[in-house]
């Protein structure tokens, strides 16, 4: 390992890491439901290998024949419901995916990532800046949970794994990253 001294030219493998920034948000800040309507109810729990038999049939998803462990949290209502932003922060993508629906994917930080699928309406773009309780679109459908049409599939990824998102409500960020 050499040393490095200032006016030394560097090459680097890529520029990716310097033209993805994403500032740092208020560590204290908690984690919020990605609804504000109260006739929202859970549909499908997220997958947890310690969880109860019971708990863990409601998590599986069936599709085409094969079941799937849900990796996030649905949702759904009779009527249409506004989603909202669970945190501040970036929105890092926005798409439409035949199986998965309208999808919104939000950076928080370096480690925490939201991800919003099957959605009916989106209502912000890719490099837009949100913060906690922004409505970011509305519920809908998709493919993968055709039997829902006012529903939401939610994901969080901290440091690039799924955490359980009903365990993570009402909690800071800096506890989250904690655990």
Do not use: W
């Not at 959605?119 to 039997?147: A, H, P």
């Amino acid at each position: 390992i050499g040393v490095l001294n200032p006016g030394d030219d560097f090459t680097y493998v890529n520029d990716y890491i310097f033209d993805s920034y994403y500032p740092v948000i208020n560590q204290d800040e908690k984690l919020i439901r990605p609804y504000s309507s109260e006739e929202v109810s859970m549909y499908k729990n997220f997958y947890d290998k310690d969880a109860s038999e019971e708990e863990q049939k409601n998590a599986l998803i069936y599709h085409e024949g094969i079941y799937m462990q849900n990796s996030g949290v649905d949702y759904k209502s009779d009527q249409v419901f506004d989603v909202v932003a669970s945190l501040s922060g970036t929105v890092t993508n926005v798409s439409d995916d035949t199986l998965l629906g309208k999808t919104i994917e939000i950076r928080n930080s370096s480690e925490i990532i939201n991800l919003y699928q099957c959605l009916g309406e989106v209502s912000v773009k890719k490099g837009d800046t949100v913060t906690q309780g922004q409505i970011i679109g509305k519920s809908g459908s998709c493919e993968l949970n055709n039997d829902i049409k006012n529903g939401l599939h939610f994901e969080i990824y901290k440091n690039g794994r799924v955490i359980n998102p009903e365990k993570s409500y009402d909690i800071s960020i800096k506890e989250i990253l904690k655990n």
